[in-house]
């Protein structure tokens, strides 16, 4: 069993930044990629990054790819999200999700956090 809890969402102009952070509790947390996600108001729920189990391996989705870093530590049981160059359209509730291997698909994550709130203004 993982729990995940994220924080740092917020309000911001568009052109601004933020990180958010996903804590996980337990002592498995390095036994799964991570995945950041997203859900907009009337919209599924869609992939913004990964990153593997090592850290090793990262993708992100085309509408946010070098604007957006993904990290994690370990040592920690934390992984991130940099969030830089915010546009209105990256308004959404972000989730943190835990999966088995590196994946894109909301159906191959086994657990989640709560979401927390990032609304870019104009």
């Known amino acids: 069993q993982v729990q995940l809890v994220e924080s740092g969402g917020g309000l911001v102009q568009a052109g601004g930044s933020l990180r958010l952070s996903c804590a996980a509790s337990?002592?498995?947390?390095?036994?799964?990629?991570m995945g950041w996600f997203r859900q907009a108001p009337g919209k599924e729920r869609e992939f913004v990054a990964v990153i593997s189990r090592s850290g090793g391996s990262i993708y992100y989705a085309d509408s946010v790819k070098g604007r957006f870093t993904i990290s994690r530590s370990n040592a920690k049981n934390t992984v991130y999200l940099q969030m830089n160059t915010l546009k209105p359209e990256d308004t959404a509730v972000y989730y943190c999700?835990?999966?088995?291997?590196?994946?894109?698909?909301?159906?191959?994550?086994?657990?989640w956090g709560q979401g927390t709130q990032v609304t870019v203004s104009s």
């Open positions: 337990g002592r498995t947390f390095s036994s799964y990629a």
């Open positions: 999700a835990a999966a088995p291997g590196v994946a894109a698909q909301v159906s191959d994550y086994s657990y």
